[in-house]
């Protein structure tokens, strides 16, 4: 079975999260990726652990897999050589470097498409190849100046991160389309091109209706803990045992909520009615909901508000959700031959090109001499 990116070639000059995990959805479709690390420390996430792993550390293993690894130092000359002929045999480079660092060395979009034209040469950055040129880029900052901190906690609480590099994420999302765009207008034109994202621009181009608020009123929205802002109710809500979320996005799962839960009045009261009332009395509809939910137990709750067509759930942990994942039929994980942790399955499925399972994570250099032979005879062709 040939896969979507099969014979497609990627040189990943990245490292930490954005830019290796990119690479990794584009393995994960069947593209070869080799990934360039720095000779004797590798990618900065091999040392971010515990928990450790066969590989390195469970990190690494993360954003890495079906990948093969070469060490290269970009201030030996034979070493940088060698990064010059891969990038100039691939279809794909990817890097994340402080910006003007691989132009000085001759890695740098100019110096590989001169001598590869058909080359798609991603960039990813923290904010940007201008003003924001010499700021480091991490995803804690991001969030942090991008604005999402200011959304995310309680109401009378502090800002708070979300709990994952979920800015990393989304950029290397993006990375993936503008890929996957530049290589498809490759076929049409037969030229390559620089494509460029920033953490920041994904972060704002993420806020959506965050966003689209501030510029209707300009106002910017604040915390509201797990509440949303133009919709009630969509929180969590506290049960007999614990915490449910319930989310209602009209007027007829409200009114079934209702039902449920043995307070069918509250679907005629004016103040709850509309969902424009409910949000401008999200308070007392939260009161008078956990008032009746407080009969019963999440368990119970979830089921009966899932019967009745009302988006309910119960907050689980990463091991829960795993679980959950797993009872709807979704085959969440992937078993890695020998040693290797399990992986996530890649989320998206196809009718006739799935992706085939991945391999481990390269230990450091463990593909050293083989992909310096395969770099020196397709150099050798050009």
């Known amino acids: 079975m040939s896969l979507p990116l099969e014979g497609i070639v990627v040189a990943d000059f990245s ?30 996430t091999r040392q971010w652990g515990p928990p450790w792993t066969p590989a390195a550390s469970s990190y690494f293993d993360s954003a890495n897999r079906s990948k093969k690894s070469i060490e290269l130092d970009f201030d030996d000359p034979e070493d940088r050589s060698v990064a010059s002929e ?22 740098g979009y100019a110096d590989v498409s001169a001598r590869n034209p058909r080359v798609v040469y991603c960039s990813i950055s923290g904010f940007g190849s ?41 950029t290397s999302k993006d990375a993936v389309i503008g890929i996957q765009a530049a290589l498809l207008e490759r076929e049409r034109s037969g030229r390559g091109q620089h494509v460029e994202v920033n953490l920041l621009s994904s972060l704002l181009g993420s806020l959506v209706n965050q966003a689209s608020g501030y510029l209707a009123n300009g106002d910017s929205p604040a915390r509201l803990g797990s509440r949303h802002p133009s919709i009630a109710p969509y929180e969590t809500l ?29 679907a005629a009261d004016g103040r709850f009615a509309t969902n424009p009332a409910r949000v401008q009395h999200r308070d007392e509809l939260a009161a008078e909901l956990e008032s009746a939910l407080a009969a019963a137990s999440v368990s119970t709750w979830t089921q009966a508000l899932t019967r009745a067509g009302v988006p309910a759930g119960r907050v689980n942990d990463i091991g829960a959700a795993f679980e959950y994942a797993q009872w709807l039929g979704l085959e969440p994980l992937i078993e890695m031959p020998g040693d290797a942790l399990p992986q996530v399955r890649h989320p998206i499925r196809y009718s006739r090109t799935s992706p085939v399972h991945p391999t481990p994570p390269p230990h450091l250099g463990e593909h050293n001499d083989e992909i310096r032979r395969w770099v020196a005879e397709k150099a050798s062709r050009l």
Do not use: H, W
Request: hydrophobic residues 45%.
């Open 86 to 107: 891969l990038a100039g045999v691939a279809d794909v480079v990817i890097e994340n470097f402080r910006v003007g660092r691989l132009d000085r060395i001759g890695l």
């Open 15 to 44: 490292r930490v999260l954005a830019g290796p995990l990119a690479a990794t959805l584009l393995a994960d479709l069947g593209a070869t990726v080799i990934k360039v690390e720095r000779r004797g420390m590798g990618d900065d």
């Open 238 to 266: 506290r049960c007999g045992d614990g915490i449910i979320a319930i989310a209602c996005g009209n007027d007829v799962q409200f009114r079934r909520l209702t039902e449920v839960v043995g307070r069918s009045a509250l």
């Open 130 to 170: 201008g003003g924001g040129a010499d700021l480091p880029g991490y995803d804690f900052i991001a969030q942090a100046v991008g604005g999402l901190m200011s959304i995310t906690g309680e109401r009378d609480g502090e800002p708070l991160k979300v709990g994952v590099a979920v800015v990393d994420v989304l």
